[in-house]
Structures are given as C-alpha cells and as structure tokens.
C-alpha cells in the first residue's frame, strides 16, 4: 500500500509540473502573439505605426452605393466607412474644406466596382488605389497617403 501511495504521489507531482510549464507556455505564447515582450513592442501595430509615421486622419463618412452588373446597375450594393491618411495637417484642412468633391470623386469610383472587382484582398487593394488617384485629383496640393476602410459591407 505504501509504494502505491509513492507511485500515486510522483505521478500527482509530475502531472501538477507538466500542467504549469503547459500553462507558462501558453501565457508567454499569447503574451508574445499580443506584441509585447515583457515591456517592450516586439512587432504588430506599435512597431509599424513608429516607423510608417501616421499622418493626420480625414473621416470622409460612410458611403452606400449600387455596385455594376456587367452594364447596367444590379441589386448588389455597397456600404462602407472610409478614412483618408494625409501628408499634413494642411492637407487635412484642405481635404476638410474641399469634402463635397473628394466625396463625389469617391462615390464616383465606387459606382462603377462590381462583386468581382471587390473580391478578395488584392480587389480591396486596387480599390484603395482607385479612391487615393481620385482623391488626389481633386486636391490641389498635398496628398492623400492611404485609405482605410473602417467599415465595409457587401451585399
């Protein structure tokens, strides 16, 4: 009965040891997938904003529009929120006073997308292009730098 009893203990010994290296292991690996490394950035947003250097941000509002069907308008439409990143605090003013067009040239290009055009992330990246060309259009001087979509339904 007493070297079961050892048995029983050792293996409640090694059971308890292995269930807290399992739970140190997992705490530091969500610990480091979060992006911080006891105290510091290691990656993820923090680091690349640092080194991108956000420039101000313009909200240009939500937009709903019917997306092309071959050649004609088709049921399927469009809502999305869309910030604009600028290169100045100028530009940001500028952007503000000129937000009648900058929005017209954005619903302009939405229009004319369809399902196909949006899908998938490179669809959302040429679009991103299209709007940031059509923004800069409109702006006599400075620059829209990227676009976000905050929020984006497809339907």
């Known amino acids: ?12 010994i090694i059971l308890i040891a ?6 140190a292991g997992t705490a530091y690996s969500v610990y480091t997938f979060m ?3 006891f105290g510091r950035p290691v990656g993820g947003f923090a680091d690349r904003d ?10 240009v509002g939500t937009f709903t529009v019917n997306l092309v069907a071959g050649d004609k308008p088709s049921a399927r439409f469009m809502r999305t929120g869309i910030v604009l990143e600028v290169d100045s605090e100028e530009t940001q003013r500028r952007v ?5 067009p900058v929005r017209d040239r954005i619903i302009d290009v939405l229009r004319q997308e369809t399902m196909e055009s949006i899908h998938g992330s490179e669809g959302l990246q040429r679009l991103k292009q299209k709007l940031r060309t059509a923004a800069n259009e409109v702006m006599p001087e400075g620059a829209v730098v990227d676009v976000y979509f905050v929020d984006l339904v497809v339907q």
């Open 1 to 12: 009965m007493l070297a079961r009893n050892r048995v029983d203990v050792r293996n409640a």
């Open 18 to 23: 292995l269930v807290i290296l399992l739970a």
């Open 35 to 37: 992006g911080l490394s």
């Open 50 to 59: 640092r080194a991108v250097g956000t420039g101000p941000l313009v909200d």
């Open 96 to 100: 503000e006073e000129r937000m009648a």
